[in-house]
């Protein structure tokens, strides 16, 4: 089945400093690759997704690459500031499934 | 528009007893999902229906849990018996086409404690 890693499963940054979030599949066959984001007693919600015809996509702070020959796609926010801090969760999708990444928790400090 | 409803938000009890949690989707959602969440995880697929069909259950503990979605719009996920291991988040999911890729729009979840 689906093998789905994130790294790390922990980070934490300076405000304003940025922050990157590496998601490996095992899945060729994958080709839509979203990041959720999950504040603490909350439910998991979008923050910016890409689909296996793009390289890379911007939404402000946030930015997602994909290396689909290597099998990995990657979250990265810049300027990061407090209320970034949660957990973020990779879930690359094959044929309706998505498969959720372990989680990776950011802190951001103040 | 309205969001993924859940209900119970919380629910305790004993193992061994029964419990059920009801999900009502986006309206015009053809797709749902149950998802459990254990603390510290990412959350593990249980269930996928298109309309009032099960696409996926290959992860559904079916000795304990079941699901349906009749009619192709409201879902209910029953445990009978719970262990103490299936103390978690359950989570209901829907999107709007299986045919097309699109987000997941989650509820606010049901936390079950089992003692």
């Known amino acids: 089945g689906e093998n789905v890693e994130q790294h790390p499963s922990t980070l934490s940054v300076q405000e304003g400093d940025s922050a990157v979030i590496k998601c490996t599949y095992s899945d060729s066959a994958s080709n839509y690759f979203p990041w959720y984001k999950q504040e603490l007693g909350k439910r998991p919600q979008l923050i910016i997704d890409i689909r296996s015809n793009v390289g890379e996509k911007k939404d402000q702070r946030i930015a997602v690459t994909l290396n689909k020959t290597a099998k990995h796609f990657s979250l990265h926010i810049t300027e990061t500031q407090p209320e970034d801090s949660a957990v973020y969760f990779c879930?690359?999708?094959?044929?309706?499934?998505?498969?959720f990444g372990q989680g990776t928790t950011l802190q951001v400090k103040p | 528009e309205a969001g993924v409803a859940q209900s119970p938000r919380y629910k305790i009890i004993e193992k061994r007893q029964s419990v059920a949690f009801w999900c009502n989707p986006i309206s015009g959602h053809a797709t749902l999902y149950w998802y459990q969440q254990i603390l510290g995880q990412g959350p593990k697929l249980l269930i996928q229906f298109q309309n009032n069909g099960v696409v996926d259950d290959s992860q559904l503990p079916k000795d304990r849990f079941s699901a349906e979605r009749l009619k192709g719009v409201d879902s209910t996920l029953k445990i009978q018996p719970a262990k103490l291991e299936d103390s978690a988040v359950y989570l209901c999911?829907?999107?709007?086409?299986?045919?097309?890729?699109?987000?997941?729009?989650f509820g606010n979840g049901t936390r079950l404690t089992v003692t």
């Open positions: 879930a690359p999708r094959n044929t309706g499934k998505l498969i």
């Open positions: 999911a829907s999107s709007g086409k299986r045919e097309t890729i699109e987000p997941l729009h």
